[in-house]
């Protein structure tokens, strides 16, 4: 039996947990404990390994947890998930379209961050679904070595929101419909949602400590003082005029009320992006979880609002207890435990997903050391042999007369076949070119998905391609990057109101439809800026319900194994005339 220990680390607590790991599912929650991170700044130089080792320490001296392998959780702030789904093309092809969505999406340099993906199979459409994952190799190096330098080995670097799916997935199979699971933390409220294939991710800046921050300026008290009457007093008034006989817990419960109602306006605008983004359906349930998720009443404040069934996350599922463990403590600390549970199935086959973050230099590390019992074994097979060689060096000098005479007589005949190989080589020499040109061909056919990927992209909801032309180009200029241009239509009433909060999101600045698209192609890195040009907007009817615009654009022409071929001599420009 083997064990595996779980450290999630969020904004102002650590917590960590020992499991035992028996066999390829079962686990049993051997020891936890929790600890404030006082003081802790990601972004100040030395904050985490000041504050993270000694807490580590302490932590796991109280808990009774030994050091060991380690399984740890990233707070959802610190990376960049994207579900994003692709055509069916080879699995080579599959792997190099990941990559040019990370290059594209990621607002950070490739070799500044580390990222996994995970195919989640096929959807509806026939389409490959996948969720990719990214990180600051910054942050997740500082929390490694912090982690390292308490004692402990990291082989898991996961996502605290994956974490507690994985939990969700192994506590309640075979799940239907959409979910939606909140982890309401200190400084952040993690959103989940799942359906089938589909995964959403979003961290929410409204949580426990807006609610201790509005009771202090309500009351006029300090945050600690407000946190204390928030775990005593405080509970999530509902609907109606009902008031509470004690003042100040009247108070407090009307606070609470408001800054969930935030958080309530937050969840609706996720799922609706969800709806509009992956063509998912309403969630029909909710599961709560999260240290800030114990508030009295939370599951009939979002039951109430958001009309749909609401319940508390039991993250332990198939999970037995040590006897050291209080299991009636354990009904409230399974509040924070839900990464914790899903973490640990790692440790097993019964985790879902399986993304990993760990860096780079701790992936080859960890690939040395498995090395080592090889190297001692090829080291005394090799000085076995050495032996062997000594003891037989005089009598392979016999065989090495006899062999030479082979030798020379093979030799002759040989020869013989050299001029027939070599014309042969010639022959296989030309097939090979005609084998290269034609990889080539079908290489050129992914440059057009990667392009009509592009300005799929930066197309409103409600937009959709009608028509993909090539522009001729003239004889004077063949040096010149194609035009492509593309017919789009949409619903005018939907770009109306894209419009307007375009408009409210830049201070009053109008732009239509057809020039937001516009704006966002020429961000692309495939598209050639200066080539995007609207060439013409109509109305398709006389009421004015669709719209049609046409679009012309160069595309930056793909690598090529000609360095010269980089580099076109002539460009045009965004009149299409050459300069």
């Known amino acids: 039996m083997s064990k595996i220990v779980t450290l999630n680390i969020g904004a102002s607590r650590a917590v960590l947990a020992e499991y035992a790991v028996k066999g390829k599912q079962g686990l049993t929650l051997t020891a936890y404990g929790s600890t404030e991170l006082v003081g802790l700044d990601w972004d100040a130089e030395g904050s985490a390994e000041a504050v993270l080792v000694p807490a580590l320490r302490g932590l796991a001296q109280s808990a009774g947890i030994k050091p060991g392998p380690l399984a740890l959780a990233l707070n959802g702030q610190m990376v960049f998930p994207r579900f994003t789904k692709f055509p069916t093309v080879p699995a080579d092809k599959l792997e190099e379209l990941v990559q040019y969505e990370v290059e594209q999406e990621v607002p950070f340099p490739v070799d500044e961050i580390v990222c996994d993906h995970q195919f989640l199979g096929q959807t509806a459409e026939g389409d490959t679904a996948a969720m990719i994952v990214a990180a600051k190799l910054e942050q997740v190096t500082k929390v490694t070595d912090a982690v390292a330098a308490a004692g402990f080995t990291p082989v898991v670097v996961d996502v605290g929101p994956m974490a507690v799916l994985n939990a969700l997935k192994r506590s309640y199979p075979g799940l239907s419909g959409g979910t939606v699971v909140l982890d309401i933390g200190a400084k952040t409220t993690s959103l989940v949602l799942v359906e089938n294939e589909k995964i959403y991710l979003r961290s929410i800046p409204v949580a426990g400590n807006a609610i201790t921050k509005e009771i202090a300026q ?327 319900v669709l719209s049609e615009f046409v679009i012309e654009l160069s595309f930056a022409a793909p690598a090529s194994a000609n360095p010269e071929a980089k580099k076109p001599s002539k460009k045009r420009n965004a009149k299409g005339k050459r300069r």
């Open 218 to 544: 309500s009351f006029g008290c300090s945050m600690e003082e407000a946190e204390i009457l928030k775990k005593e007093r405080g509970y999530v008034a509902l609907g109606g005029v009902t008031e509470d006989a004690d003042e100040i817990s009247d108070r407090v419960s009307k606070i609470v009320r408001t800054v969930l109602t935030r958080l309530h306006a937050e969840i609706l605008r996720s799922i609706n992006f969800y709806r509009s983004q992956q063509g998912g359906s309403a969630p029909s349930r909710m599961f709560l979880t999260g240290g800030s998720a114990v508030l009295p009443q939370i599951d009939e404040f979002f039951h109430e609002t958001l009309k749909i069934d609401v319940d508390f996350l039991n993250p332990f599922g198939g999970v037995e207890f040590g006897p050291k463990i209080d299991q009636t403590a354990l009904e409230t600390d399974a509040f924070t435990l839900a990464e914790s549970a899903g973490l640990a199935l790692r440790a097993t086959d019964g985790a879902t997903l399986t993304i990993n973050l760990m860096p780079p230099a701790l992936v080859e590390q960890a690939k040395a050391i498995k090395r080592i019992p090889f190297l001692a074994v090829a080291a005394v097979a090799v000085l076995a042999a050495l032996g062997l060689f000594i003891v037989g060096e005089n009598r392979l000098k016999d065989v090495a007369v006899a062999e030479t005479e082979a030798v020379q007589q093979k030799n002759n005949s040989l020869r013989q076949l050299e001029t027939k190989l070599k014309a042969e080589q010639k022959k296989a020499q030309a097939e090979l070119e005609k084998c290269d040109a034609f990889q080539k061909l079908m290489s050129s056919r992914f440059s057009v998905l990667r392009n009509l990927a592009t300005v799929r992209r930066s197309l409103l909801p409600g937009m959709w391609i009608t028509a993909w032309d090539a522009v001729p180009v003239k004889a004077e200029e063949e040096d010149a990057l194609p035009l492509t241009r593309v017919t789009v239509r949409g619903w005018r009433d939907a770009l109306s109101g894209f419009e307007k909060e375009h408009s409210k999101q830049n201070a009053g600045k109008k732009m239509t439809a057809e020039e937001i698209v516009a704006s966002s192609l020429k961000t692309k890195p495939t598209v050639v800026p200066e080539s995007v040009k609207i060439v013409s907007q109509k109305d398709v009817n006389m009421k004015g």
